[in-house]
């Protein structure tokens, strides 16, 4: 569950990203985040890990409120998988990454080895766990990203751009996959797609604020999508 009220994110520069903006994600929803290129989506995703630099707001995961001392704990209930998984990928092995999160973590070595094959298992992908990570397609590094977020049993996932890099049969495996994950979720894409498939609600940012909160509907209505820059 992710509460968020009048949330402005501005940036060293001087540049507003966001806009006062009030969103709330109720447990178990999964929605879509949409709006053209500078909209505001990361920066909206940054924010909610504790990454990007909020100049007034609150942000609320779980019940918690995201402050220096609760950064912490909020990034344990926080996953995110980034657009490129190689900005995710990094040790010599799958397995090595996956088990990586819950190691640093403090589980003992049993602990890790049966959360990490859990989570290769769920999403299919254990015989991956002996590769090179450098060395997987696209679609197979995003679920080792993926199953590397799930190790660390967090109760939301943010997804920047899931269907970035991918064919059409590696985005038809991932939406499968995704879709019987029962976590919060938000989305961040430009695929209608994904959108439909995925979620139930669609969220539209247009710079920096909330400008449509509904259903799926929308991506069907052309003008309407112009009107949002879509």
């Given amino acids: 569950m992710i509460k968020i009220k009048n949330l402005t994110v501005k ?7 966001l806009r006062s903006l009030d969103l709330a994600v109720n447990e178990g929803e999964s929605i879509a985040l949409m709006g053209s290129n500078g909209a505001g989506k990361s920066s909206l995703l ?27 704990d909020v990034r344990q209930r926080v996953g995110m998988i980034f657009q490129d998984p190689d900005d995710q990928l990094f040790m010599p092995s799958v397995f090595d990454d996956v088990a990586f999160g819950p190691r640093n973590k403090g589980l003992d070595e049993k602990e890790t080895v049966r959360v ?4 290769l298992e769920e999403l299919k992908i254990s015989h ?25 049993d967090p109760s939301n996932l ?20 995704v879709r019987d994950l029962d976590h919060t979720k938000i989305i961040a894409t430009h695929d209608g797609d994904i959108a439909r498939q995925l979620c139930s609600r669609v969220i539209i940012l247009k710079k920096g604020s909330l400008s449509y909160d509904g259903t799926p509907d929308i991506l069907d209505d052309l003008s309407a999508l112009e009107k949002y820059g879509l």
């Fill in 46 to 72: 940054l924010a909610i890990t504790g990454i990007a630099p909020y100049a007034d707001g609150e942000i609320y995961v779980d019940d918690i409120l995201l402050s220096k001392k609760t950064v912490a």
């Fill in 158 to 177: 943010l997804f920047d751009e899931p269907a970035a890099f991918l064919d059409p049969g590696a985005k038809r495996r991932l939406i499968s996959l």
């Fill in 116 to 119: 990490a094959e859990s989570a």
């Fill in 11 to 17: 940036y060293p520069d001087g540049t507003e990203a």
């Fill in 128 to 152: 991956l766990s002996s590769r090179v990570p450098g060395k997987l397609s696209g679609g197979e590094k995003k679920l080792a990203a993926l199953a590397g977020v799930l190790a660390m």
